[in-house]
Nanobody, 115 residues
């Protein structure tokens, strides 16, 4: 089974930036439609950014203009650059296939935006 590992989270003040990474154990990121998901307590996991196998990007309205998803095929890695972070961006971020998961959900990486 494919293994995905998220990293790069942390605690930042509003307006700050973070870059999340999703490393795949195999060359699957370019072959699948992938996404970054966010989960907050009491809420369902939501898709915030998608990068298709064709290189098309889609974003949730709440992050449009602030987040950028990209990938480095040579490194089997997908990134989420998050700028101008807001407190409502706080949550655990996961990567997986989108809309169809390609792996079990990993541990995710915690992002906390607070002053």
């Amino acid at each position: 089974q494919e293994v995905l590992a998220e990293s790069g989270g942390g605690s930042v003040q509003p307006g700050g930036s973070l870059r999340l990474s999703c490393v795949a154990s195999q060359r699957v990121l370019s072959a699948n439609d992938m996404g970054w998901f966010r989960q907050t307590p009491g809420k369902a996991r939501e898709l915030v950014a998608q990068l298709t196998s064709q290189g098309v990007t889609n974003y949730a309205d709440s992050v449009k203009g602030r987040f950028t998803v990209s990938r480095d095929n040579a490194k089997n890695t997908m990134y989420l650059q998050m700028n101008n972070l807001k407190p409502e961006d706080t949550g655990v971020y996961y990567c997986n296939g989108a809309p169809v998961p390609i792996s079990s959900w990993g541990r995710g990486t915690q992002v906390t935006v607070s002053s």
